[in-house]
Structure formats: structure tokens, C-alpha cells
């Protein structure tokens, strides 16, 4: 296998742009990678590169025709990052990527920006080797994946006649483990919701009221108590009520190809069991739904006390929906408990994002096939199939306006501390990436584009039943 | 009564340094507000002054001895200020005080610059008039009271021959009303505690774990949440034990002078009321003990959402404490406390701070009657005895330390705002201020010494038995 430094030392000026996407202060910066990747993507061979603006962040787009009677491929990847916080964990500077080992650190480099990259290197050594590409191909690399792509609906809604094609291939999830190849076939929704408690009170002296008034941050943390059960269940009245069971035969799959509780404990760095009574770890983050809390923010936030009774506090939750949770009914049970539980005399304030429903995908199809073998060639080991407890939005985006099944070809490792702090990417996987990128390509121009009619809703459970 | 414009023009000098103690980039303008203080002194014409450096912010001190045989009075105030936090709700720069109308506006100007720049400018006028004070006069003021005074005891008890004096005065607490003067003869105790939660496991994912882990946020909100009963009683074991019950009598005096429960939501700015059964809203604040949260905060705190689950969360709690609570006792309490509510697998710790003890002062003290004569000369009316919610720790250091009753003597109003942004301070209330302490000196010198000499401990029912 070709372990070419130029492909690292291309990666690393990739990773140097700090293309924060919530952080307003990086729009320049975030515009000069999307130019960078332009270009790199024009350098590559690639025809048609263009730059798509929209109201934030801007798209990146190229493509390689080949023949009308081949497969379209359409390779989707964001070079946008999560925040490099809290800074201090950091043990490199996290937009100046570093090789360790066998590793590269820095933010990125997993999620997903090198994951982006195997595919852009795989194109380019196919085309080195023998001047056209196997299949047609389309890139699109977008900027605002970590907020919750609110430009991209639009964007693929406008130009699906541009952006037709036959599968889509996303590498933005992970393998079981290292040399285990994993092919993700279910994802779970998300919806971020913050609420901010104000009571009709101004700022009080703590010694002068305190006592005699009902603090919007004890208000807060009264009604977050109770989002949990004693049994760790979400109490919000029919919030399970889309929720799919597992079937045996799924359930059975799981259990044994899927990490077992101990394992998702250690790679969590705790000891601590908790969650949903009657549900393995795997299935917990896969095929339950949950609620994070991931900011609290209420009363003076600078160093030292002040003693002042605060007039309003905030929240910030992450839910991650599962089959059938859809987010739109989800965001109103949410809001109605929360106006039902906070006691009179407080303001309540809703701000969601990143509405992402389920996914659900089919593993019959012969795209499906051509990226099993593609990894089986590669890695020595059919890949086994997972669910994963992440949101790839865009996915239901190629489903609805492309009519287009996804294959998540995912090459991050579980000790790859994607939006923590230390990221890093396995670099023997980043070139097995490439080859099995290559491989995938090649298998997929073997298949006769109206195999693709058959239905991509497949239902799971027939697959379960035979591979059980 | 003189309205001299100087005045004004010299306190909005003083008004002008940002000296929040709080605020490590301070120190410097704390140092020069402290040269401009000792500067101010000597001009007016009292001696001896000095800058005393402590490990933090310097007090400056001055004297005036007319003779051994004269009562000597210790005039303490403190030229720091609280930070001038949420700056988008202030109507004006907080350090450059404006007049409108019969208000003075600006951080400091109530609590506490422009109730201490009373005492000087009485000195002044005193002097200026007679060419000589009264009675013997000391003046300490200092930097560091609203981070606790963490340097005062030690400088105090270092110096407690060199402070000696019969009486302290402190004005830093508020009159019952415009025009109704008060003399406050308790005060809460206080505590400031931080409690820091960390898990085990680092920052993760919310997808990728979201489910299966216990976060260290949502821990908090539950062993907050159980910090109040439903009753809105402190729910620690133990916590009241040590609480004084008002007598019947002081609780009817109480009902009589104090403000209503009306009176007390209005000046908080809610109609909600909340609190411990079965006491009025200024026994709340005065004769009860309360626990606020000031502080919470855990996760991502910049814009936008971050998907992570926070490794730590902490609260910031200001607890008041009334007589006969101790806050050593009460701070092993609440560690206990959360040592025992918080589960399994996470790591507390504690920051203490501010710790100080309630007051409870005799009001049968020929000083406490020389205060309340002069009050009557100036505003018309004797003063109504009061009890706070506030804390002012030096107190109990001149009790313990130079065996010196206070009195204190405030000036400040409900309306003033103080901690919160556009504190204000009414300019016709501090030129009666500066009538009220001259007349207090004049009063005070006819003070035989001796008279002190009794207990300053005498039991308050009794003083209640007859008012009423």
C-alpha cells in the first residue's frame, strides 16, 4: 500500500484552517478553505469545481463525467469543524496538526476533514494510474455541517437535477474497531433546543432578598431534575411513543457484533453504568432516544462571587431521536413540558436548531455490496453493520430530494475523541481509506444502473433474519 | 442645609475608579483610588493618614486626636465596589457617574463610596466651621468588602491598639424609606461556597454517548433541586438547628416598623412570592437563613450549540446566615451535604469563601442614642430600628477584636440598587447624612466614657418589651 507523505503533509495545511462554523469570528477563515479546497479538488483532476455561497458558509462542489450509462457516485464530506474547547485540555495546538506515531492530532482530522480527504486521494491516484475515473462522481463538501446544515436543504433542494445521482457515499462515522470495517446502517435524530428561564424580578442583592425569592437558576434546576425518571427514563409524557422496538433478530445481531457494555464504559472513561434499564450500552446510544444537557449558564460567570440573585438562567439541551421520533413532534413535547413545569411568574424563551429526523437505511441494495466487498479486498474482513448514536443530516436530505440511498462508509476509529478535545485520526486506516475508496469505485462500475431501481426501504428485519 | 456642588463634583472623582475587588485586571486603579482617598483626607485636614498594603487591595487609614479624655469614634466604609455586570443593562457608564435630577448614578455610589465620602465631608465641615472636631475621630476604609475582607481580621487584630476606640460607625445599610430614618441592629451572617462536580469520563459526544452517561450537569440539577423542600425550607439536616426564634414581642415590632410583604415584592420587582411558611418577607430576609444560587455553569458557554456532554459542572451558593448559626458549623453542613447526595463516580470540591459570622447588636448603648438624637435633629423623625439581610463582616471583627460596639448608621435607600446595574444614591438624603454625622459627633462628645463600660451585649427582648 502506497503511504505517500505528501497526502499528510496536504492534510495538514487542510487542518490548519480553524473552520469553526459556530463561531462567527471564523467566516474568513472558513471562506479561505473552502478556496484552498477548491483549488486542491481543480489540482486533483476533478472538472466543474465551483464554490456555492449561501447565507453562511459556503459549499464546495466538483465533478468527473465519465458515461451516461455508468453509476453517479456522489461523495459528500464537510470540512467544518466542531470548537477547539476547552482549550486547556489540549495538548497541541489543535489548527497546527501534529503526527505522533501513527497518529495525526488535531481538530478535523477524524471528523471530518481527513475523512473527506481519502476520497479526494483516492480519485487522484485512479487518475494518475489511468487518466479517467471507473465511475461519474460528484463531490460536495459543505461548511455548516456542525450546526446543522441550515443552508443545505435548500441547496440540495434547488439543484437536485445537478446533484442526481445514483448512491451517495459519506465518510463521517466510525469502524468497530481498528482492522474491524463497519458499514453504519442506522442513525439517530437530533434536535438542540435552549431555554432560558427569566423571572419578572431584576437582579437582587443576595443578602437583601435572598430568602424571599424564587431564583429563575433553582427554578432551572427543579424542572432538569425531573426530565429523568429514577430509572433513567425520559419523562416527558409520549416521548417513547414513535420509538420502534428491536426486533430478536436485530437485538441478537447487536449483541454480538456490536461493543459489548464494558468496552463503551472504557472507551467513555468511566466506570459509571447509567441509562435506560433493559438496554445494552450500544442499544442505549443507537436505538434509544436520549436527552444531554450540555450548557447551563446562569448568574455572575466571572472569577470570584458576587452575591446577586440572577434574573434569568439558561439551558442548552442535545436530544437524539431514534425511528420513528420525528423532531418537529418531539420540539413541541419539549416545549409543552417545560411551559407545564416552570411555575408561574417566569418567562420562558425557546431557541431550537439542527432538526434532524431518524435514518433508517436499507442494506440490500447493491451499492451496499460493492462498499462490503470494496472493504473485504482491503481490510481482509467483511464489515459488519451498525447502528450508530450520531446524526448525519444530510442523509435524509439525499433521500428526500435525490431520491438517492447513502452509504456510510465510516473510517474514524472509537479512540478518535471527535468534538473533545486531542482529536486524531489512525493513519494506516486513512490509506486503507484510500484504498477501499478505489476499490468501492471500481466495484461500483460494475453494476447496471437499473439494479438501483429496486426499493432502498428494504425492511431491516428480513436481512437480520438470515444474517442471524 | 448646604448643598455644596464640590461635594458632588469631588464624589463623582471618586466614582470614577472602576475599583471592583473582585476583578484581578483592577489592582491598579484600586491603588490609585486609594492614593486619591489618602490624598482627599489629608486635604481635609485629618492626620496621620496612611496606605496600608495588604497581600491584596490597600486600606487607608486616618486620625484626628482632640483629646484623651473624648470619646474616640471610628468612622469604617469601603472604597471597592462590586463588578459592574450584566454592562448592557446599565443606562450609563458605571464609572462615570451622572446627576438626574435629585440622583447621583454609577457603580459605588450606595455601596458604599458615597456613604462614606458622608462621614468625610462632615469632617471637613466641621473643621472648616470650628477649626477642630468634637470628639477623637479615626477613619479606616477599605478595598477588599465585597471579596469578604479576606486581609481585614489580620490587620485589625494586628492593630488593635492602634485602632482603639469606643465606637465604630458603618454606614452601608439602608433607611426604611425616604425620609424615615433607621439604625440596624442585625445583620446575616454569610457564606460563599463553589461546588465543583467532575465525572470520571472525559467530554464526550452527545451522540455517540448520549444515553448511557451520567453527566455531571444533570447531577447538579438534582442535588440542587433538593436543596429546598416543598415547603421552600431548607432541606440540609441540621441546618436550622442553631436558628434563634424572634420573640413575640420583637416579631410585633418588627410587623410594625418594617417594610410589607407588598412593599418587599415591589422593591424586588416580582409578584411571586416564595419562601420558607409562615414569615412575613422581611423575616425572610432578616430573622431567616437562605441559600441562593448565584452561579451555575457547565458545558459549552460560547454561541451556538455545542454536542458535548461536560466532563464538570459547578454552582456558586451565597448562604445568609442569622444568630445563632455559625459558618463553620453550617459550611461542614453543605459539604456533607453534597458529599452525600451526589452519586457514585463523580468527584466534588470546594471553594469556601466570605465566611461571617451573623450580628446581633445592643441598642441600648448611649452611642446607639447619640445616632438616634441626631437623626431626629436633622430628618425630623427618630429612627426605627431595623434588621438586615446584608452582611457587613468588620462588625464582628470590632466586637471581637477591639471590643467596640457599631453603629450602623446607613443612608442608603431601597430604590438604590445596590449589586445591581444603575445603582443609584439620593443626593438630598446625603447632605442630611452630612448634617446627621456632625450632629452625631457633637452628641457623641458629650458622652461621658465611662458610660461605655457597660455590657454592649444587653438582651434585646427587653428594648422590645418597652417599645412595644
Not at 468527473?64 to 489540549?90: C, M, N
Not at 432516544?289 to 450548557?295: L, V
Request: hydrophobic share 35%; aromatic share 10%; charged share 25%.
Amino acid at each position: 500500500m502506497s503511504f505517500n507523505p505528501r497526502y499528510i503533509s496536504e492534510l495538514k495545511d487542510f487542518l490548519s484552517f480553524p473552520t469553526v462554523s459556530s463561531d462567527s469570528t471564523k467566516k474568513k477563515d472558513i471562506q479561505r478553505c473552502a478556496q484552498w479546497l477548491a483549488t486542491h479538488l481543480q489540482k486533483t483532476g476533478l472538472k466543474k469545481v465551483k464554490i456555492f455561497q449561501t447565507r453562511l458558509h459556503p459549499l464546495v462542489y466538483a465533478e468527473y463525467t465519465v458515461s451516461p450509462e455508468l453509476p453517479t457516485i456522489l461523495f459528500y464530506g464537510h470540512y467544518d469543524v466542531q470548537p477547539a474547547i476547552p482549550l486547556q485540555k489540549w495538548k497541541l495546538e489543535p489548527f497546527s496538526p501534529v503526527v505522533k506515531g501513527d497518529y495525526i492530532y488535531g481538530r478535523g482530522t477524524a471528523d471530518d476533514k481527513g475523512q473527506l480527504f481519502i476520497h479526494i486521494k483516492a480519485i487522484e491516484e485512479v487518475l494518475k494510474k489511468t487518466g479517467k475515473l471507473p465511475v461519474n462522481v460528484k463531490c460536495l463538501f459543505e461548511g455548516e455541517e456542525e450546526i446543522g446544515s441550515p443552508n443545505l436543504p435548500d441547496f440540495i433542494r434547488r439543484n437536485k437535477e445537478y446533484l442526481k445521482c445514483d448512491a451517495a457515499v459519506v465518510s463521517d462515522t466510525k469502524m468497530l474497531s481498528m482492522g474491524q470495517p463497519a458499514i453504519t446502517y442506522s442513525l439517530r435524530g437530533t434536535l438542540n433546543m435552549e431555554i432560558t428561564i427569566t423571572g419578572k424580578n431584576k437582579e437582587l442583592h443576595s443578602g437583601s432578598y435572598g430568602g424571599m425569592v424564587y431564583s429563575p437558576l433553582q427554578v432551572l434546576c427543579e424542572v432538569v431534575s425531573k426530565l429523568y425518571t429514577e430509572k433513567s427514563r425520559i419523562s416527558i409524557p409520549g416521548f417513547y411513543a414513535d420509538v420502534e422496538n428491536l426486533t430478536i433478530n436485530e437485538k441478537k445481531y447487536m449483541a454480538k457484533v456490536g461493543p459489548s457494555d464494558e468496552r463503551m464504559l472504557k472507551e467513555a472513561g468511566t466506570d459509571r453504568n447509567w441509562g435506560e434499564e433493559g438496554y445494552s450500552n450500544f442499544e442505549k446510544i443507537t436505538v434509544r432516544p436520549a436527552i444531554s444537557i450540555t450548557t447551563i449558564k446562569g448568574g455572575y460567570q466571572g472569577e470570584g462571587f458576587k452575591n446577586v440573585i440572577p434574573a434569568s438562567a439558561s439551558i442548552k439541551l442535545n436530544v437524539r431521536l431514534v425511528p420513528n421520533q420525528n423532531p418537529l413532534k418531539i420540539e413541541k413535547l419539549l416545549m409543552n413540558y417545560f411551559t407545564e413545569m416552570v411555575p408561574r411568574g417566569f418567562e420562558l424563551k425557546f431557541n431550537t436548531a439542527s432538526k434532524a429526523k431518524p435514518v433508517l437505511l436499507s442494506i440490500k441494495s447493491p451499492y451496499i455490496k460493492a462498499a462490503s466487498e470494496s472493504y473485504k479486498e482491503v481490510f481482509g474482513k467483511s464489515p459488519v453493520f451498525l447502528r450508530s448514536g450520531g446524526t448525519i443530516p444530510v442523509v435524509n436530505m439525499f433521500k428526500d430530494f435525490l431520491k438517492a440511498p447513502t452509504i456510510l462508509m465510516g473510517f474514524g476509529l472509537p479512540s478518535d475523541n471527535i468534538h473533545a478535545p486531542n482529536e486524531n485520526f489512525h493513519l494506516p486506516t486513512f490509506f486503507k481509506g484510500i484504498q477501499t475508496s478505489i476499490s468501492f469505485m471500481k466495484n461500483v462500475s460494475a453494476i447496471k444502473k437499473a439494479e438501483n431501481s429496486s426499493s432502498p426501504e428494504t425492511l431491516l428485519q428480513e436481512i437480520f433474519n438470515t444474517t442471524n
